[in-house]
């Protein structure tokens, strides 16, 4: 099978094949997998106690200069896979005990993603874990499929979101993405062990003296939705990569103080959810891209 996509934003017409690359996101139309393991690095809601069931999916439809994942970020790596294997990869994990799904940017391979979840009952959450920049026509494809929305809001500044990420409309985007995932799922649902069940958690990276689009970013979520309706989480863990020579003002860290500020700011605005302190800035969380679990 071959199109030429239109699944993204981008809507580039690139000819995209059963594994035939093509396309910003340089990946064919199967999915491309680098790892599929327990994965402990999530929210508390969502890792759990026994990890979420993270499958990480190669290539993407942004060209954030500042990735940590930028080794499969750029469509290397990774095998490719066809749906009958990718629901055994899910069932395999569901079967070691974790406590989530959790698909990570796979929003280039939604349509065999949402076929491998028709039908599939795992009796457990599955999370979509993506960039926020994708369609609303793309995330219906996954309505009834998906439980757990966890996207990024990374920039509400336009020229932001074209200088880091070559996508000027991210901010609109993004909005119009997160507006439907909350249309699916509805306000969010914990258990009683604090694990997520439904809803929509919006992550937000913390730039580098970047704290007012932060807030822009939090007014965001506090102004749309209604109190107490969906997860934020505020990450700090802002790590400066090599290749940063044309972006100095990222060749930093988030400072504490920045970081104490926008938690407070946070706090003001009455969003549930998570923060993190500065020495979560670290590359020891991303994982190897080794194939584990990949069959």
């Not at 981008?10 to 340089?26: H, N, P, Q, T």
């Not at 929305?149 to 993405?177: Q, T």
Request: with cysteine.
């Amino acid at each position: 099978m071959e199109i030429r996509c239109t699944l993204c934003p981008r809507r580039c017409e690139a000819v995209r094949g059963d594994d035939i690359a093509g396309g910003l996101c340089r990946s064919p139309l199967l999915p491309r997998i680098a790892r599929a393991a327990p994965h402990y690095g999530e929210e508390p809601c969502v890792a759990g106690p026994n990890g979420a069931g993270a499958v990480f999916f190669t290539g993407c439809n942004l060209r954030c200069v500042f990735c940590q994942n930028i080794d499969i970020s750029r469509g290397e790596g990774g095998e490719i896979v066809t749906v009958p294997q990718l629901r055994d990869m899910l069932l395999r994990l569901r079967d070691r005990g974790v406590d989530s799904i959790d698909l990570v940017t796979g929003a280039h391979y939604i349509t065999a993603i949402a076929e491998a979840l028709s039908g599939l009952s795992l009796g457990i959450p599955v999370v979509w874990n993506s960039s926020g920049y994708e369609s609303v026509e793309g995330l219906r494809l996954l309505e009834g499929l998906v439980q757990v929305y966890m996207p990024d809001f990374k920039y509400f500044d336009p020229k932001a979101a074209k200088r880091y990420s070559a996508a000027a409309d991210y901010p609109e985007i993004a909005a119009a993405a997160i507006k439907e995932m909350f249309r699916q799922v509805g306000p969010y649902v914990l258990d009683d062990k604090g694990l997520m069940k439904r809803g929509v958690l919006i992550r937000h990276l913390i730039l580098p003296g970047r704290a007012e689009d932060t807030r822009d970013v939090i007014d965001f979520a506090a102004d749309e939705f209604p109190r107490g309706s969906v997860l934020f989480s505020l990450m700090s863990q802002y790590t400066p990569m090599p290749g940063l020579e044309r972006f100095p003002e990222l060749n930093a860290r988030v400072t504490a103080e920045e970081n104490r500020e926008l938690i407070h700011y946070m706090q003001v605005r009455h969003l549930d959810g998570f923060w993190q302190e500065p020495d979560a800035a670290t590359v020891e969380m991303i994982p190897d891209w080794d194939l584990t679990g990949v069959e």
